[in-house]
């Protein structure tokens, strides 16, 4: 009996101890949980409206300063087209410088210059704002006085121009005078001008010379005609 105690009780020993164990384990265990994370709700206003994109001030443009073309060859007067900014070269014809007696002297005589074609191949069908260019040498002065514009006058398949006439014993009123047009000069860069007109142009045939030296009897003519505009 004594030894069925003993080894109850080393039993009963046994266990408790068994038990105490893990009953120690069991509270000491550190059990891991995931992070813990709040949920804050935040109440947000309408959003703002978006301020409009500010546009970009178109810069002005820089206006281009108009260059005017120069003539090509001096002492020629070349007629200038606004539109298109450009010289447009005249008829470059000859005359012959003549004297013609009227009635065998009667009714005078008359200096003319005539030069082949009843017309000028070159026209225009404007008859205002016209505008030519011309440079010279460097040498001119006065150019309105070297250089003339005559309205030419179509005679027997030629055009002529009356220079100088002298009245004879008997006045002939009937003849068809030529017409000196008068013109303005203006500098526009050095050693060119441009020739300005006041007075609107008729439909004709037109022609500058250089006079410079009357003497001769062949001259130049840079010649240009004129027709109406249909609306006119």
Known sequence: MMKKSAWFLLAS???LFCLATVTASAQTRVVK???KYDTIIVKRGPKPAKKPTAKATPKPAVKQELVLPTPEFI???YYYNNEGNRLIKLENASAILVTKKKSLGLKGAKQVLSMDD??????FVSKKDFVFFIKTSGDVID???YIKLYQFIPADQKREVTISSKEGIVINKEEEKSKLVAF????????NYMIQFAQTFEAGEYGFVWVKNMEQKEFTVFAFGIDWKSSD
């Open 13 to 15: 020993s046994l266990i």
């Open 33 to 35: 949980k995931g992070a």
């Open 75 to 77: 002492n020629q007067p």
């Open 118 to 123: 009843p017309s000028s191949k070159i026209r």
């Open 143 to 145: 150019l309105t006085s």
């Open 184 to 191: 303005s000069v203006k500098m526009i860069s050095k050693d």
